[in-house]
């Protein structure tokens, strides 16, 4: 989940889409998918543990709903838990949306997890939720 700006130096170069010379523009690395489950964040420095529900998930990250989101650059524990099965990985906060929450990258992956996320992405895709914004 990489977000990239563009600034314009030409302060006279107009955009209908962008407010002032900042404009946002959005790559995504990989499809999101809906996904609601358990998710358990723990911060690796501060050890603070948090316990919410995901909303999205792609190969790439999840998105973790939290009234108080971490800081961009916070490296995490998660677990990803669900009748069927557990994922687990470390990562990075990518960005955070104040009341919202926060995007989480994945940085570290073990094999068995991978397994585990790409047979739930298969399915939420079988199930034709997906977003590709």
């Not at 940085?107 to 914004?133: I, M, P, Y």
Request: hydrophobic fraction near 40%; glycine fraction near 6%; aromatic fraction near 6%.
């Amino acid at each position: 989940m990489a977000y990239y700006s563009v600034h314009r130096t030409n302060p006279t170069q107009k955009n209908p889409l962008s407010i002032g010379s900042l404009t946002q523009i959005e790559h995504r690395r990989a499809t999101r998918h809906h996904f609601v489950s358990a998710v358990e964040v723990i911060n690796v420095e501060s050890r603070k543990q948090l316990i919410s529900l995901t909303r999205d998930l792609s190969l790439c990250g999840c998105f973790v709903t939290v009234k108080a989101p971490s800081l961009k650059g916070t490296r995490v524990n998660l677990k990803i838990s669900n009748s069927k099965a557990n994922f687990s990985a470390v990562g990075n906060v990518a960005h955070n949306l104040s009341d919202e929450g926060m995007g989480i990258e994945f940085v570290q992956v073990k094999a068995k997890d991978q397994a585990v996320l790409e047979e739930w992405l298969a399915a939420a895709s079988a199930n034709g939720v997906t977003h590709e914004f």
